[in-house]
């Protein structure tokens, strides 16, 4: 076991970012088999979820005419529109059958106010609205994190450096991610995650 003041956060290992998902992620049950593994080395551990309405502002089929993949403004900036993912309740936003969810001693659900985005398990797209990961992580006494999970270059990596923004001592394990890479958006989430203070293993 590791030390107890590490803890290890599974970002969004969801049937619709899994192949034949809504929005897959090439590779991305791969991952699961290493993440159950993980798991046994940490005494605490917190997975995450997608989990958005319908009606959804950051799904292309609520913007007439958009094409998914394609950028917006919103009021905190820049959006990717996405195809309808991971809706509440939906089997699409259920975890990977074969992930383990019962060492989890917190399960966080973001995205689900519908005019926000929300990448990040520590903030919501306008940086400022908090979902309350750190104050728990702080509470059982956390000072490092291990993140894991999907996609590498958007949910892990904004997670992480928000979480080194925190204070936190951030390891990404890359052989337990995978990414979507929209535009080389996998290189720029490395470079940015490095730059934070994020290691990369």
Known sequence: MRDASEALI????????CPGGALAVAEGDA????????????ATIVLTQ??????????????PGAEPFSLTSMPYGPQVLWPTHCVIGTTGAAFHPDLRSDPAQMILRKGFRPRIDSYS????????????????????????????GLATDYCV?????????????????????????????LAAARQQMQAAGVELT
């Open 10 to 17: 599974v970002i969004d290992v969801q049937n619709d970012f």
């Open 157 to 185: 990596a904004f997670s992480a450096m928000d979480a080194a923004r925190l204070g936190f001592a951030v390891t990404v394990l890359e052989d337990a991610c995978r990414a979507i890479d929209l535009n080389g958006s």
């Open 31 to 42: 991952v699961v088999p290493r993440i159950n593994a993980l798991m046994l080395e940490f």
């Open 121 to 148: 398990a520590f903030f919501e797209n306008d940086r400022t609205t908090a979902t309350g990961l750190e104050g728990y992580l702080k509470s059982r006494g956390v000072k490092a994190v291990t993140l894991v």
């Open 50 to 63: 997608d989990w958005h309405p319908v009606t959804h502002s950051s799904f292309a089929i609520n913007h």
